[in-house]
């Protein structure tokens, strides 16, 4: 269920057993802080500071940086819900990760964050499936069924080592299979220009569970549509006064209830920024011009060659 709440940035929805603001904030910035753990701190300050009581986080960012910059910013406070994930290990070459989706391997990824955030208990763990893209697919060893995957971490679970189970790059035929477990988010690539989703989606709001979208303002690999290049979302951000990928995220933020946002920066700056989205708010007219981005790309892309155009299921 949505709640209306003044004080957290966008309203309020449920994280497990958790309530959040749904503004967030995702930790993968905080691995350029390597250097300067003391300003990520800060960082993470001032976004507490201003309402954000949930990050987003994973033992691979920065080789476990993120969790010592959240570690040293909120110990084992409550106050902040800590959310990381599993199911892909920091490697050196040739990509900067690679999957662990074995059951083993997801327990040893648990007691890494753990001993890098300094906590007993992760208040959220998403499985970060390899079932849709962009980004890794599962193959070979790596093909782990899903009921062996979700008999492990509903055993970490019940030992106490995490409090609620998401999923992430996930289908809709895994979640409807995971759903008995209890899954209390989703994490798929979504956004303004990038709707391939939207089904799950719908089923994630009929069912109470949070969806937190990545990549919400578009692509981050070569070819993906970004929300900045798109001429109404630009006009219309243009007539309100915001930037566009304000928009783009204020645009997330009003066409579910369910959507929790977790954008990720270095900049104190663009932390206050990103917090201020959850008071933009488009015209009805304004907001059926940007709800129709999507169908006419969608219909517009139907025509070229299926090679040339970056779509996942």
Request: hydrophobic letters at 45%; proline letters at 5%.
């Amino acid at each position: 269920m949505q709640e209306h709440d003044t004080e957290r940035p966008g309203g309020a929805y449920r994280l497990g057993s958790r309530t959040v603001a749904r503004i967030g904030y995702g930790a993968m910035a905080l691995e350029r802080f390597a250097e300067d753990r003391d300003a990520g701190v800060a960082l993470l300050h001032r976004g507490r500071d201003l309402g954000v009581d949930h990050v987003d986080t994973a033992d691979f960012y920065g080789d476990s940086t993120a969790n010592d910059v959240i570690r040293r910013a909120f110990g084992t406070s409550d106050e902040v819900v800590v959310v990381s994930k599993v199911g892909a290990v920091r490697v050196d070459a040739p990509m900067p990760l690679a999957l662990a989706q074995r059951p083993e391997q997801l327990r040893a990824q648990v007691h890494a964050n753990l001993r890098g955030l300094g906590r007993d208990r992760i208040d959220v763990v998403n499985l970060r499936r390899a079932d849709v893209g962009p980004g890794l697919i599962a193959e070979g060893e790596q093909l782990v069924d899903l009921d062996d995957q979700l008999a492990e971490m509903t055993a970490m679970r019940d030992e106490g080592l995490i409090a609620g189970i998401g999923l992430s790059a996930v289908s809709a035929g895994a979640l409807e299979r995971g759903l008995a477990a209890g899954i209390v988010c989703v994490q798929n690539a979504y956004s303004l220009v990038a709707r391939e989703h939207e089904p799950l989606l719908d089923f994630c709001v009929r069912h109470g569970v949070a969806w937190v979208p990545y990549f919400p303002l578009g692509g981050a690999f070569p070819g993906l549509p970004k929300v900045v290049d798109e001429p109404v979302a630009a006009r219309i951000a243009a007539e309100l006064g915001v930037t566009t990928a304000q928009l783009g995220l204020a645009w997330l933020l009003g066409h579910a209830p369910d959507v929790l946002l977790i954008p990720g920066t270095s900049s104190v700056a663009h932390l206050e920024e990103n917090v201020a989205v959850g008071t933009i708010r488009p015209t009805p007219e304004q907001t059926a011009e940007l709800d129709a981005v999507w169908d006419r790309r969608d219909t517009a892309e139907g025509d070229t060659d299926e090679v040339a155009r970056p779509r996942w299921p």
